[in-house]
């Protein structure tokens, strides 16, 4: 297509400079052919581009990582967890139960203001529905994004629905020890 709309560029040239009355022409076909020809030059090496590696995913279930640190509630403690993560090259995204807000904050919070407080974009954030266990929201989405789960809650109640979370390496075990995340196995 590219040497297509080149040739057809050079015959509006020729034309405008050689036959009396199209010498306005030029001022459409040259610019025409100098960008055809600009996209010929450099067809060859967008395409020669890697594609970036997809980075693997990671559901972390914020609710359950946020205790992680001597027990207490700690928004901190998800925000190092999720920090060691990306540094690992991980893709991360965080589900709380609707009640958070209150165990860190006194308050509701919601997916903006929990992502932050994580200095995450929004998007990958959730602050599930009030009534709502964020367990099935969890593990629906590491299902459907081939993700993950880092979180130290075993998901029995859900095996029958998940059996994945009964496979080894699915769910990331891990804890803070002196403010430094650390994970069972390998991520």
């Not at 001022?27 to 100098?34: K, S």
């Not at 581009?49 to 559901?59: I, L, N, T, Y």
């Not at 589900?95 to 994580?118: C, I, P, V």
Request: proline residues 6%; charged residues 20%.
């Amino acid at each position: 297509m590219i040497v297509f709309i080149a040739l057809l560029s050079c015959a509006g040239l020729a034309l405008s400079l050689f036959v009396p009355g199209w010498s306005d022409f030029v001022l459409l076909a040259g610019p025409c052919l100098l960008a055809s020809l600009w996209l010929w030059w450099r067809a060859p090496r967008a395409k020669a581009k890697p594609d970036a590696p997809k980075k693997a995913q990671v559901v972390v279930d914020g609710s359950n990582v946020m205790h992680w640190e001597n027990g207490q509630p700690s928004v901190e403690a998800v925000r190092r967890v999720v920090r060691a993560l990306e540094s690992k090259g991980l893709g991360v995204g965080v589900m709380f139960d609707a009640n958070a807000g209150y165990k860190t904050h006194d308050r509701y919070q919601d997916d903006a203001e929990m992502a932050r407080r994580l200095g995450l974009p929004t998007d990958r954030v959730l602050v599930v529905p009030k009534g709502v266990q964020a367990d099935t929201y969890i593990l629906k989405a590491a299902r459907r994004l081939g993700a993950r789960v880092v979180t130290n809650d075993r998901f029995r109640d859900w095996q029958a629905d998940f059996p994945e979370v009964a496979q080894p390496g699915f769910l990331i075990r891990g804890g803070l020890t002196q403010g430094k995340p650390w994970f069972d196995g390998p991520l």
